[in-house]
C-alpha cells in the first residue's frame, strides 16, 4: 500500500459520470421538453388527488353502486354488509391503479428529463393504452368534464387527462425530437452490418463452424446464392448425364462382345 498522499488523493470512481459522453446532457434542454416534463408531473399530481378524492365520495358512489346492482340483479336486494365492501373495493382499487399510473409516470418524466430517444414514442404509446384502459389520466375523463360526476373527483381527473394531452403535444414538436434524436445510437462503420432476410449465411471464423461453413466443403442451401444453387443444379445433371452415357457404352460393349463370341463359335461348328 503506497504512502504517497497525492497518489491516494487520485481514486478512480466506479460510477459513470450523467454528463460523461451523453449529449443530451451536454446540449441545452428546450423549453418544450421541460413544459412536457411540468405537464407529466401535474398530470400524475392530479391523478393521486383524483384517486384519494373517492373516499370522500362514498355517498356518491353508493348511489351509483345501486344503481349497477339493480340493472344487473333487478329482484335481488343486496345487503348494506356487501354494498360497503363493494363500495370500498371500488375505492382501493382506484388508489392502487393510480399508483401504478403515477410510477408509470415518473419514469417516463425522468426520460423525457434526460432526452432519452425513445421517451417521445413512450409517452404517446401511453397516453393511448391510458385511454384505451379507462385510467383517470385517459381521454375520458376529459371528455366526460360535464357529466354529474361530483366535482371532488371530475376536476382533478380532467386536469389529469389534460396535462398528459398537453405532454403528448410538447415531446412532438420538432425541437422536442431533435433533442431526443441526440441520444439515439448511431450505428459505426467498425460494426458488423445485418444480413439482409434472403442474403447468404456469413460463415464463421476459424473453421470451427458445420461442414457446410469451412473451406473446402460442399456448399449447402443456407450457405450458397441462388447463382451458385443453380450452377450446382447444372453440374449434377452432367454427371447424371455422363454416368447414364457410361452405361449405355458399357452395355453396347457386352453385347457387342457376346455377338462376336457367338459368330466365331458358328464357325468353329460348320468346320
Known amino acids: 500500500m503506497s504512502d504517497d498522499p497525492q497518489k491516494a488523493a487520485k481514486r478512480v470512481s466506479m460510477t459513470k459520470p450523467a454528463s460523461g459522453t451523453d449529449p443530451a446532457a451536454k446540449a ?5 421538453v421541460q413544459g412536457a416534463v411540468a405537464a407529466l408531473v401535474a398530470s400524475a399530481l392530479a391523478a393521486l388527488i383524483a384517486a384519494v378524492s373517492l373516499f370522500g365520495q362514498r355517498a356518491w358512489l353508493t348511489r351509483e353502486q345501486l344503481k349497477a ?3 344487473a340483479k333487478p329482484k335481488i336486494h343486496e345487503t348494506a354488509a356487501k354494498l360497503h365492501h363493494q363500495v370500498s373495493q371500488q375505492q382501493s ?7 401504478i399510473v403515477v410510477a408509470a409516470i415518473s419514469v417516463l418524466a425522468l426520460s423525457v428529463y434526460r432526452g432519452r430517444y425513445w421517451s417521445r414514442w413512450g409517452v404517446v404509446a401511453f397516453w393511448l393504452l391510458a385511454s384505451f384502459t379507462g385510467t383517470v389520466v385517459g381521454v375520458g375523463t376529459v371528455l366526460s368534464v360535464g357529466s354529474s360526476v361530483p366535482a371532488g373527483f371530475k376536476v382533478p381527473a380532467f386536469l389529469a387527462g389534460a396535462f398528459l394531452i398537453i405532454a403528448v403535444v410538447l415531446v412532438n414538436f420538432r425541437v422536442s425530437t431533435e433533442y431526443f434524436a441526440l441520444t439515439k445510437p448511431v450505428r459505426t462503420t467498425d460494426m458488423p452490418q445485418r444480413r439482409g432476410l434472403f442474403a447468404p449465411r456469413t460463415p464463421p ?5 458445420p461442414a457446410a461453413a469451412r473451406p ?3 456448399k449447402g442451401v443456407l450457405t450458397s446464392s ?3 444453387r443453380g450452377e450446382a443444379y447444372v453440374e449434377r445433371q452432367r454427371s447424371k448425364k455422363r454416368a447414364a452415357a457410361n452405361q449405355e457404352s458399357v452395355a453396347r460393349g457386352a453385347e457387342l462382345a457376346r455377338s ?3 459368330a466365331s463359335k458358328s464357325r ?3 468346320r
Do not use: D, M, S
Not at 441545452?28 to 418544450?32: A, G, M
Not at 382499487?93 to 393510480?98: E, M, Q, R, S
Not at 471464423?205 to 463452424?209: A, L, N, T
Open 268 to 270: 468353329r461348328i460348320e
Open 69 to 71: 346492482n339493480a340493472k
Open 28 to 32: 441545452p434542454r428546450p423549453r418544450q
Open 93 to 99: 382499487g382506484a388508489l392502487i391503479g393510480t399508483i
Open 205 to 209: 471464423q476459424g473453421g470451427r463452424g
Open 226 to 228: 441462388a447463382a451458385t
Open 216 to 218: 473446402g466443403a460442399a
Open 260 to 262: 462376336r463370341a457367338k
